[in-house]
């Protein structure tokens, strides 16, 4: 059974940190690209960044470039997400998500590109 577990979520001040985790079981995890998608209050979801499965190949909205960091540890099943200068804006649920499109987007959130997600870990940024 193919399973997600996020963590790392928070509440934090503008400005501040949090590392988001994923982690992935029930598949062979290096085989797959894996996206973080969000969902702010009263908003829809909204792609966040992706890496493909050997984690050569990384991609960020614009609105998190420069800001968050994307990375994976195949040998430990891991997803991850640096996030740091976190504003107000950022607020959302989070998600991690695997790809099951042959080609998806990188820039927005398509459902249909994806099968399973995990439960999503809150992360509020505010003063």
């Known amino acids: 059974e193919v399973q997600f577990v996020e963590s790392g979520g928070g509440m934090v001040q503008p400005g501040g940190s949090l590392r988001l985790s994923c982690a992935a079981s029930?598949?062979?995890?290096?085989?797959?690209?894996m996206s973080w998608v969000r969902q702010g209050p009263g908003k829809g979801p909204e792609w966040v960044s992706a890496?493909?499965?050997?984690?050569?190949?990384?991609y960020y909205a614009d609105s998190v470039k420069g800001r968050f960091t994307i990375s994976r540890d195949n040998a430990k099943n891991m997803l991850y997400l640096q996030m740091n200068s976190l504003k107000p804006e950022d607020t959302a649920l989070y998600y991690c998500?695997?790809?099951?499109?042959?080609?998806?987007?990188?820039?927005?959130?398509?459902?249909?590109?994806?099968?399973?997600w995990g439960q999503g870990t809150q992360v509020t940024v505010s003063s």
């Open positions: 029930g598949f062979t995890f290096s085989s797959y690209d």
């Open positions: 998500a695997r790809v099951s499109a042959a080609t998806y987007s990188k820039s927005t959130y398509s459902p249909n590109e994806y099968d399973y």
């Open positions: 890496i493909n499965g050997g984690g050569s190949s990384i």
